[in-house]
Nanobody, 122 residues
Framework: QVQLVESGGGLVQAGGSLRLSCAAS????????MGWFRQAPGKEREFVAV????????LYADSVKGRFTISRDNAKNTVHLQMNSLKPEDTAVYYC???????????????WGQGTQVTVSS
């Protein structure tokens, strides 16, 4: 069982940066791949980034590649999403999630946080 709590969302101007954090409970955190997803108003939830359990692999959606960086600290049970050069189209609720495998589909994630709102003004 893994419980996830996101933080770090807020309002930022276009071109700005935010760093999202996800704190996980449970001693098995290190065995899960961790992903970030987002859901904009009126749209389906979409994949943003994933990092493998061993911190050796990362994968990003094309829309955020080169701007966002996912990282994790298994000793502190945390995962982060550094978001730079933010655009208004990045506005969404951002969710962290845990999966037993290195996946991009939300159906393959077992545990989810409650989400944190990111709003980018133009």
């Amino acid at each position: 069982q893994v419980q996830l709590v996101e933080s770090g969302g807020g309002l930022v101007q276009a071109g700005g940066s935010l760093r999202l954090s996800c704190a996980a409970s449970g001693r098995t955190f290190g065995s899960y791949a961790m992903g970030w997803f987002r859901q904009a108003p009126g749209k389906e939830r979409e994949f943003v980034a994933v990092i493998s359990s061993g911190v050796t692999r990362t994968l990003y959606a094309d829309s955020v590649k080169g701007r966002f960086t996912i990282s994790r600290d298994n000793a502190k049970n945390t995962v982060h999403l550094q978001m730079n050069s933010l655009k208004p189209e990045d506005t969404a609720v951002y969710y962290c999630a845990a999966s037993p495998g290195y996946y991009t589909r939300e159906q393959q994630y077992s545990y989810w946080g409650q989400g944190t709102q990111v709003t980018v003004s133009s």
